[in-house]
């Protein structure tokens, strides 16, 4: 669980696997992230205060120490997927809300 401060310039989390802050750090989905198998074991702490630092600013000096105590390269690469998009016909049936109502 990250651990957000009331302090701005405060980045604090604690029992964390690497990959999690990785995710919070680099806003990035857990899907879009691997790791070899030696640093996604164990849990972290990581409490981080840099005066006169907050928002974006206290987020890439925490990325850098993070990178550099981990000794991490984080490279990003743009990736064609395909996806499906389902959309009604103008002739088709328009949806209306149940009248009845039952639990699922």
């Not at 696997?17 to 680099?26: E, R, S, T």
């Not at 206290?58 to 993070?66: G, H, K, P, W, Y």
């Amino acid at each position: 669980m990250i651990d957000y401060t009331p302090e701005p310039d405060v980045y604090m989390t604690r029992n964390q696997p690497l990959k999690f802050i990785v995710m919070d750090l680099w806003e990035t989905p857990l899907a879009q992230i691997s790791f070899p198998e030696n640093l996604d074991q164990g849990n972290y702490d990581v409490v981080a205060r840099v005066p006169a630092a907050e928002g974006e600013l206290l987020r890439t000096l925490i990325r850098e120490a993070v990178e550099e105590r981990f000794g991490l390269r984080i490279e990003t690469e743009t990736r064609t997927v395909r996806a499906y998009v389902m959309t009604a016909l103008r002739s088709s049936p328009q949806l209306q809300p149940s009248s009845r109502r039952t639990a699922i």
